[in-house]
């Protein structure tokens, strides 16, 4: 039971780095490839229809944790106090910027929206990197499991590497899917920044790998996926040509793959202790809900979470299509 | 400054700017839906600008609240870790389902009623208008449902660690607290919906633009507006009172300000709380009325804060001001709504420019209603997090220090004063736009379509 409950974080997590990805992923590479308002504008409305489902994965998500690993979620959320915070403040800036841009039709507003936007979602990118490292490599936690550590332990080389990585990963990830929705010179803009950005990921890949076995104990399952990961991004290279729902989709697998990776290395722990703590870290079986309460939670999340899956690809397979630039 | 009120201050006024925003859309939602739904089926030009106008409008709300609510899960386990540890596995759980049952539905089908708009809607639109509805009351649903829990907790075991553990999923939904109070939250959403459309309509028929839609508006929100006043008192205030006399008669005698325990109390209409003394300064009564109220029998013996340690009292006198403004407001809006749907039904008042100027003015009034009646329900049920089980100065995050919250607090006023006068600008300019001058300004800006 707390093994599906596990799942169920790692799977609602994967679905926002996926689709919340691509949003983060155009936003950081808009101001280079789009190269006038037009552009922006299509850009923008790339995403418009999309955004906000997405973001829902991460808001449900943190409540999904609260109701399966309450302990978890209070440790977390409050031992990083400030990160999380500005995580919240950063998300604002990115949902406003979007919303507002075209509600006033004058081009310094929509100028001032679109750094925001800008800035907003390439810093939740660090930060989602910067956090995601800071799990890999182990947390300084006490018994109960909140974090004990300073501020500057989070800023170390192996975090930020990894953020370096999920910026370079998640604007690979932009690049196809503002491929795959809109037409004309965006459109090829749009596939030169993936082949741009494809060598900078295969880099940062392969150093973060050897990083990460430097830093933590990496399972048999942990390296299956980083295999897989890796045969996905040299088939994002090898297909090329192929059309570009295959390749977004393969962007997809390449991010998931990865999600896997660190699933199976943080697994049993959501709060994994760094090797010289004194704590063991917070594990799926100390943080969870009682049995029942993990049953009744686990019920309707998934329930809700398959109605989802099924509503919304009908929406959106109803708003698919290209968003056409004028030219 | 003490930790627990810096998260106590954050908490307040975060949730107060929050809350204008879901009150304006769980308010406007009906109204969204009802004219694309109308819309679409006649093919009416003029509904559908109704439905472009409201939706535009109810999307610069929705966009504040996402942004601002978003603080609000979040803050549980920042700024309350120790309430979420204890009984997180209770209330995670409506609010887990709030994010997967409500706000993918919400958001999904705004993006689907906003984008790829036409002159009339389509049937996806019309579609999206009823589900966004949906997914904004279930929203408040599960909010309140939490909210109720906190206030009157059912359906929960309590482990062996001390901490809460959800028992009956059903019982916690399904609890009569968690429905009186929710209906009552929906009624006064619904006031400020019927108030809101009806003010604007009120504004663009004295200044003589948009006659035609504008009459659509004042007709539709001085119906929903006297339906809903008259049902946010009774019967979903009286049901909200009665359980809070059963469950929490502590906060009953500081909302009314009944110090001593009195048989054939008498409802207090004014009068200043004086803690003190103990006893109302300068009251007016209307005897035996507050027995009646909480118990339905004139002589009933309602018990007064004095029947209670001085360390089991809410802040009296906010929780007693707070009641009264509401009450005082909500008895003023009925009082509007008749003599409006009166004037209505006699057909004059599209000409009464003296009742459509106080209809235009009384718009902010329900927002203040709405805060007002939480901050009855929230305050009043101090010093308890969980109603009973848990004191909210032992909630808190034991590893956030006072200036941490004081730090972050100072940014979100920061940030919501920004938003604040963002958000009045943006609607203002959309009501000076109009609904039927947004197709030229529409076509005079850069616009890829798609």
Known sequence: MNVAAFVVIAVILTAYVLLDGYDLGVAAIAPFVARNERQRLAAMQAIGPFWNGNEVCLIAGGGILFALFPRAYAASFSGFYLPFIVVLWLLMGRGISLELRDHYPNRMWRQFWDAIFFLSSALLVVFFGVALGNLIRGLPLDAQGYFLGTFAFLLNWYALLVAVFALGALALHGAAFLALRVDGELNQRAKMAVRRIWPVVLVLFVLVTVATFFTHPVGAVAVAFGVLAFAALLALRALARAPEAAIFGISSAFLALQMGAVAATLFPYLLPAFPQSAGAGLSIYDASSSPAALVSALGVSIAGLVAVAVYGTIVWRMLAGKVHVAE | ?450
């Open chain 2, 1 to 450: 400054m003490d930790v627990v009120l810096a998260d106590r201050l954050q908490f307040a006024f975060t949730i107060m700017f929050h809350y204008l925003f879901p009150i304006t859309t769980m308010g406007l939602a009906p109204f969204v839906a009802w004219f694309t739904v109308r819309a679409y089926r006649t093919q009416d030009e003029e509904r559908a600008r109704a439905a472009a106008f409201w939706t535009k409008i109810f999307t610069i709300n929705f966009a504040i609240g996402v942004v601002t609510g978003i603080p609000m899960e979040f803050q549980f386990g920042t700024n309350w870790a120790a309430f979420s540890a204890k009984a997180g596995a209770v209330v995670g759980q409506p609010l887990a389902m709030e994010g997967v049952y409500a706000f993918f539905l919400e958001s999904i089908f705004l993006g689907a009623l906003f984008y790829n708009r036409g002159r009339i809607p389509n049937k996806l639109q019309a579609v999206a208008g009823v589900m966004v509805w949906l997914g904004s009351w279930l929203s408040g649903f599960f909010i309140v449902a939490t909210d109720a829990w906190m206030q009157h907790p059912v359906g929960y075991v309590v482990a062996s660690d001390g901490s809460l553990q959800m028992g009956n999923l059903a019982a916690v939904l399904l609890s009569p607290f968690a429905w009186w109070q929710y209906t009552h939250v929906l009624a006064g959403a619904l006031v400020t919906g019927g108030f809101v459309v009806a003010g604007v309509g009120a504004y663009y028929l004295l200044a003589g633009r948009e006659e035609a839609i504008a009459r659509r508006f004042v007709h539709l929100g001085t119906i929903v507006a006297i339906v809903f006043s008259m049902l946010v008192i009774f019967p979903t205030g009286d049901g909200n009172s009665k359980n809070v006399t059963q469950y929490q008669p502590v906060k009953l005698a500081a909302m009314e300000g009944l110090f001593e325990s009195t048989k054939g109390a008498p409802l207090a209409i004014i009068g200043m709380p004086d803690l003190q003394n103990k006893s109302l300064i300068d009251p007016v009564f209307v005897p035996n009325i507050l027995s009646f109220l909480a118990y339905g029998n004139f002589d009933a013996n309602v018990k007064g804060l004095s029947a209670y340690a001085t360390e089991l009292w809410p802040p009296v006198e906010l929780t007693y001001y707070a009641y009264h403004v509401m009450v005082g407001l909500g008895t003023i809006f009925v009082t509007i709504a008749a003599v409006a749907a009166l004037l209505l039904w006699r057909k004059r008042l599209f000409q009464t420019r003296w009742m459509l100027w106080l209809m235009m003015l009384a718009m902010p009034f329900p927002y203040i209603a709405n805060e007002a009646g939480w901050t009855t329900t929230e305050v009043g049920r101090q010093p308890w997090i969980v109603y009973g089980l848990m004191k909210t100065a032992s909630a808190a995050s034991p590893t956030v220090v006072t200036g941490e919250t004081i730090f972050t607090l100072i940014g979100f006023v920061g940030m919501y004063f920004i938003l604040g006068v963002l958000f009045i600008y943006l609607v203002l300019r959309e009501i000076g736009i109009g609904p039927s001058g947004e197709a030229q300004v529409r076509e005079g800006s850069v616009e890829a379509v798609s």
